[in-house]
Structure formats: structure tokens, C-alpha cells
């Protein structure tokens, strides 16, 4: 595969998303770049903004195996990853597989559940394994979660553990459509109050696991030159001295955002990454992996603003 088809791939998915999903291009291709990262995404926006049927949209333009969990308060672990039930016929313990075996997992209102259900993630999600009563499941190399949740209600949430929210790639704000877009969506969807079919709009694969690996190989194969590799270094430490951050990200921060500028290259049909592209990726991959410090909390600064001040303070090659 090389870039031109690469690119064709990409914007036939962008396509046909568009077609279901109004004015989020924004959001998409953060999708896309978790996509081609072999990372995770959580999706985080005010109710009504269509981030389940986003998330459902892109899983059925691509063709791999789709899972979908409400995540609830009564929701256990056995529940995501399965559980051994003794076979009478055979004597033995067999598994029963969760939801967890799949390829595209989407993780729904993933912040309505324990810490004990979120954490059966941990593992899936950075080893592409889960363990189950000592033994190890390897999960397919194409596993990808996509995870949805509501920042504006608080009552019968538990907020993601900094572990967990590390292993996102980035964190997607998922604003309100502006107004022509929003016209548009009427037009489209005012005739109905429930969500639309995705088969109402023939979102037929346009890519399968093969397709996927050929493309993440491809964005492994992005230059990033000792200059770009140090100006990523340099930001994410800068994160750990600033004094309005009480805890910076973590190395795994530096080599995610790394990965990400690749992929932001590979859509942008460039065979090299420049600090555009980390720039773009900053906000996206770094403001959930901060911890404010009280005083600028006080101050009303948000992981944004400080970012935005980390990323000013830090040279950029030229």
C-alpha cells in the first residue's frame, strides 16, 4: 500500500461518515488518526451531539467485527470479558466470551461504571490481552476501543482512574454542529426522533483488518526526524516542570503522540511528519494525562489553557 491509496481509504470513510453524521470533520479525523495509530479514543461531549451514532457510523464503514456495551452501574467484569462455565458433557471449564472479543469495541457512557468494571479494560486495552482465572486471550491486533461519555451530568458517574485515561490515544471534544450544519442535520434526520439506521445510508465497508494492518504498517513507515523526536520529548517533560500542572504526562504520553503525527501525516498524504502536525495533536492527546495543580484550579486555568502555554514556551524546529 502507499500513501495515494492510503489517502483514498481515508476519504472514503470520511465520506461516507458525512453522510450519516453532520459538521464533526473535527472529530472524524481524530477517529482516523486513532484508527491508523492502533490506539483508542474516548469521545467526550453534551448529550445529543451523536457521538454513539459516530462511533457506530465508523465502525460500519469499516469491515471488522463490531461490539457494542452500555456501560451501566450493575455492570461486572464477567460481563465485558466473559466467564468459565463448567461443561457437564466434557468435565472441563470453557470460556464463554465477553463483548471484549472483538474488533471495534464501543465502550458507551463508559464513566456510568465502577472502577472495577473500567479496569477489565486496563489490560485489553494496553496489551491486547485479557486474563481470565490465570490464563491469558489474546484479542485481535485490529482491537480498538471507542468510548463515549457525557462531561455536563456528574450523579451516578465514576470518574475514569488517570491509569485508564493514559491508555486513550486522545480525547475527542465533540462540540455542537454550527448553524448551516445544523440545518442540514434537520433536513436530514427532522422526520424521526429515534436514531437513524445505519443501513438506510448503505455505509458499506471500505476497508477490512488486512486493509487495516497494511495502513498502520504504513504510518510505522513515516519519517520523524531526530529534531521532531526531540521537540515531542521536550513538550511532554516540559508538562512535568510547569507549575501550574501538578503531575505532567507519562513517557507512554511521548510515544503516543509520536505515533499520532505519523498518522496525522499519513492523511495529510506526506511521507514525513513536521511540527504542524504535533501542534494540531497536542491538545487532543495531552489534556486528559494532566493533573491541574490546585492553585491554578483556583485561578480558573483549565488543562487546555495550560497546555496551550507549555506548547507557546516550547521552540519548534524549523
Known amino acids: 500500500m502507499d500513501f495515494a491509496e492510503a489517502r483514498e481509504i481515508t476519504q472514503q470513510l470520511r465520506h461516507k461518515i458525512g453522510r450519516v453524521v453532520i459538521g464533526q470533520d473535527g472529530v472524524v479525523e481524530g477517529l482516523l488518526v486513532t484508527l491508523l495509530s492502533g490506539g483508542h479514543a474516548l469521545l467526550e461531549g453534551p448529550p445529543g451531539t451523536a457521538k454513539t451514532m459516530l462511533a457506530r457510523a465508523f465502525a460500519g464503514c469499516l469491515g471488522l467485527g463490531f461490539k457494542r456495551v452500555q456501560f451501566t452501574p450493575d455492570l461486572m467484569p464477567g460481563d465485558l470479558i466473559g466467564t468459565n462455565l463448567y461443561n457437564f458433557q466434557t468435565n472441563a ?25 473500567q479496569a477489565a479494560l486496563l489490560q485489553a486495552m494496553q496489551e491486547r490481552t485479557v486474563t481470565l482465572d490465570g490464563h491469558s486471550y ?54 424521526r426522533s429515534a436514531m437513524p439506521e445505519l443501513s438506510d445510508f448503505d455505509l458499506s465497508p471500505v476497508a477490512d483488518l488486512e486493509k487495516l494492518r497494511q495502513l498502520r504498517q504504513l504510518v510505522q513507515g513515516v519519517t520523524l526526524s531526530d529534531e521532531m523526536v526531540a521537540y515531542v520529548v521536550d513538550l511532554i517533560r516540559a508538562t512535568r ?25 499519513t492523511l495529510r498524504g506526506r511521507e514525513f511528519a513536521i511540527p504542524d502536525d504535533v501542534k494540531e495533536l497536542f491538545l487532543p492527546a495531552l489534556h486528559h494525562r494532566i493533573v491541574l495543580a490546585p492553585s491554578a484550579e483556583v485561578e480558573g486555568q483549565t488543562a487546555d489553557s495550560v497546555l496551550k502555554l507549555v506548547l507557546d514556551a516550547v521552540a519548534a524546529p524549523r
Do not use: C, W
Not at 471449564?93 to 472495577?116: C, M, S, V, W, Y
Open 138 to 191: 489474546t484479542l485481535s491486533d485490529g482491537f480498538l476501543v471507542v468510548a463515549t461519555q457525557n462531561p455536563i451530568e456528574h450523579e451516578g458517574t465514576y470518574p475514569l482512574p488517570e491509569a485508564q485515561l493514559d491508555r486513550f490515544l486522545l480525547k475527542i471534544d465533540v462540540p455542537f454542529p454550527e448553524r448551516e450544519d445544523e440545518l442540514t442535520l434537520v433536513r436530514l434526520h427532522g422526520h
Open 93 to 117: 471449564f470453557t470460556l464463554t466470551q465477553g463483548p471484549i472479543f472483538t474488533d471495534f469495541l464501543l465502550a458507551d457512557e463508559i464513566n456510568r461504571t465502577p472502577p472495577k468494571t
Open 241 to 265: 516542570s510547569h507549575p501550574s500542572i501538578l503531575h505532567g504526562a507519562s513517557p507512554r504520553a511521548a510515544n503516543m503522540l509520536a505515533t499520532a503525527a505519523r498518522a496525522l501525516a
